[in-house]
């Protein structure tokens, strides 16, 4: 398979091709979920929960986004790997510059931030020094203090409104692909259409321009509450393999994901 760059991201969306994506935080599941075919590979900050037992993605740092970055790098081979900056790590442009390089050294080909209009500036920074951002909108768990709780965003004419503003803001500064998390479904379309970048949803309806799960979530092996967005693919299969390659077919076919998965 040829490596996914953000040409392959472009094109797949021209094409109506939805886009995979699943988080990943070691070699040997990035080797598992390149040979699946899976398109891009995030080092999401929720290793700090599913990975490191933290009851938020607050308490992760750059350091530990590396060297999960540098694990994941080693054990692909195509797929692209887009790795978070973590909490506090991007208040100021040039931090943002100074921590982007870090993961980006240990193997990344994008970063994923999380805000809108207040990050502009930031992502024309980035984007003019040759760094690929993905903006996550929507339920942005950085923001849970903020936010009173991991609840579901853009349900009121304003926020929906304010939303949509602001993932136009991330396309004008340059950014390559945007995360919308917890959104309704109808909100997820809406946003799909405007843009002209890529849309990636978790819990955002079917109609973004492809889908994110957590690895574990996928796998049933996290202990915590079940998200409503959240399907575990291990039902019905005999092997990890087996659940990675349901999980693309259903994105690809647009089955996953279903009604009782969207807001
Ligand atoms: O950290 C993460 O896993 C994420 C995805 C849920 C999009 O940001
Ligand atoms: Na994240």
Redesign the pocket.
Same mark, same amino acid.
């Given at each position: 398979n040829k490596a996914v760059t953000v040409n392959t991201l472009q094109a797949l969306h021209a094409a109506r091709e939805k886009i995979t994506m699943l988080t990943c935080y070691d070699a040997s599941f990035a080797s598992l979920m390149d040979r699946c075919g899976v398109e891009i590979l995030?080092i999401? #900050?929720?290793l700090g929960m599913v990975c490191a037992g933290y009851t938020s993605?607050l308490p992760v740092t750059v350091n530990d986004i590396a060297y999960h970055t540098a694990s994941v790098a080693r054990g692909t081979k195509s797929a692209m790997i887009v790795a #978070?900056l973590p909490f506090g790590a991007y208040g100021t442009p040039e931090t943002a510059y100074a921590n982007a390089v870090q993961v980006m050294q240990a193997g990344a080909h994008m970063i994923?931030i999380?805000g809108g209009a207040w990050l502009a500036d930031t992502v024309k920074f980035l984007t003019d020094r040759a760094i690929p951002v993905c903006a996550?909108l929507g339920l942005t768990?950085?923001s849970v203090h903020q936010l009173g709780g991991y609840k579901v965003q853009g349900k009121t004419t304003e926020s929906a409104d304010l939303l949509k503003t602001d993932c136009l803001k991330m396309q004008a500064a340059g950014a390559s692909l945007v995360v919308l998390e917890a959104i309704p479904s109808a909100l997820g379309k809406e946003v799909t259409e405007l843009l002209s970048i890529p849309t990636i949803g978790i819990g955002a309806g079917p109609d973004c321009s492809g889908q994110v799960l957590v690895m574990h979530d996928l796998l049933g092996v996290f202990p915590g509450r079940k998200a409503r967005f959240v399907k575990n693919f291990m039902d019905g299969q005999t092997s990890i393999d087996a659940a990675i390659t349901a999980y693309v077919s259903a994105v690809k076919d647009g089955s996953f994901p279903a009604l009782e998965h969207c807001f």
């Open positions: 995030l999401g #900050d929720s993605t #978070d994923k999380e996550h768990p950085q």
